[in-house]
C-alpha cells in the first residue's frame, strides 16, 4: 500500500446472530462503515455497537473481532489506510484510540459506488475527500461506545505485551503482571478475549512487522525488532499470514 492510498472494499453477508467473526489485527488504520446491519466490535477489551449509517475507525495494532447482534443482511464498507491519508491537523486525533460516528447515509452511498467503480485511480481524489468528510464527522458528532467496566485483568495486560511488543514476551511474565498463576492467565484471557494470548501477541507482532516493513525497514531488521533473532522462523511465519514471498535475505 502506498503511502496515502486507501485499499477499500465492499462487502456483503447474510449473518446469523452472535456470528463471532475471525479476531485479528492492522498493521493500517481500519474504518468500516455500515450500510445495514448491527453489529458489536470489540476492540482490546472495548465494545462499540454499530448499525446503520454508523462508522468506527480502528488504530493499527488495534486487536479486534466482530459478532452479529441479530439475523439478517450486513452490509459494510471497509477501509485500510496509513496515517498520511489523514490530514496532519487531524492525525493526533485518531491515533491510540477507536473512533465512532454517525454519518449521513449519502456519504455510505458514495463509498459504494467508488468500491464498484473498475478504475479506482480515477476516483481516487474523490475518495480521499470523502474520507477527509468522514474523519471530520467522526470528531464533530462523535457516538460513544457501548460502555462496560474497565477490565482491569485486560488493561494490565494488554499494557504489558505493548510494553514488551519489541522483546520476547513469556507466558510466566504475563502471569506476573496480572498477579495471576499462568494456567489461570491463560484460561481468563482466553475466555475474555476469544483467542490465546499466544495468537494475540503472534497477530500484534507480526502487524508491527508489517508496519515496520512499510515504513522502510528492512526485513531481517523488523524481525529482531519484534523480538525474533532467528529470521528464518519469522520468514515463515509472515509468509504464512501476510503471503508476503520476497527472499529471506532481502
Known amino acids: 500500500m502506498k503511502p496515502c492510498e486507501f485499499d477499500v472494499a465492499y462487502l456483503e453477508s447474510e449473518m446469523d446472530r452472535h456470528v463471532l467473526w475471525e479476531s485479528h489485527c492492522h498493521a493500517q488504520f481500519e474504518m468500516i462503515a455500515v450500510a445495514n446491519g448491527d453489529i458489536t466490535v470489540m476492540m482490546e477489551g472495548q465494545t462499540y455497537r454499530l448499525q446503520k449509517n454508523q462508522i468506527l475507525i480502528i488504530p493499527p495494532l488495534f486487536y479486534h473481532s466482530v459478532t452479529a447482534n441479530e439475523k439478517g443482511r450486513y452490509r459494510r464498507i471497509t477501509a485500510l489506510f496509513g496515517v498520511d491519508c489523514i490530514p496532519s491537523v487531524l492525525q493526533n486525533e485518531f ?11 449519502s456519504r455510505i452511498e458514495k463509498l459504494e ?19 477527509t468528510e468522514i474523519f471530520y464527522d467522526t470528531l464533530q458528532v462523535p457516538q460513544a461506545p457501548a460502555k462496560m467496566e474497565a477490565d482491569e485483568f485486560l488493561q494490565k495486560a494488554f499494557e504489558y505485551i505493548d510494553r514488551h511488543l519489541h522483546e520476547k514476551i513469556l507466558l510466566d511474565d504475563l502471569a506476573k503482571a496480572t498477579t495471576r498463576s499462568k494456567s489461570s492467565f491463560c484460561h481468563l484471557f482466553e ?6 494470548p499466544k495468537q494475540y501477541i503472534l497477530q500484534k507482532k507480526l502487524a508491527l512487522a508489517s508496519k515496520l516493513i512499510d515504513d522502510g525497514v528492512p526485513r531481517t531488521v523488523a524481525a529482531m525488532q519484534v523480538g525474533y533473532d532467528n529470521y528464518s522462523n519469522f520468514y515463515r511465519i509472515h509468509l504464512k499470514h501476510f503471503g508476503i514471498n520476497n527472499p529471506p535475505n532481502k
Open 113 to 131: 459506488r467508488i468500491c464498484q467503480k473498475q478504475d479506482l485511480a480515477f476516483y481516487a481524489p474523490l475518495l480521499q475527500s470523502l474520507m
Open 95 to 105: 491515533l491510540g484510540q477507536g473512533r465512532t460516528a454517525a454519518i449521513d447515509s
Open 191 to 196: 475466555e475474555k478475549m476469544k483467542i490465546s
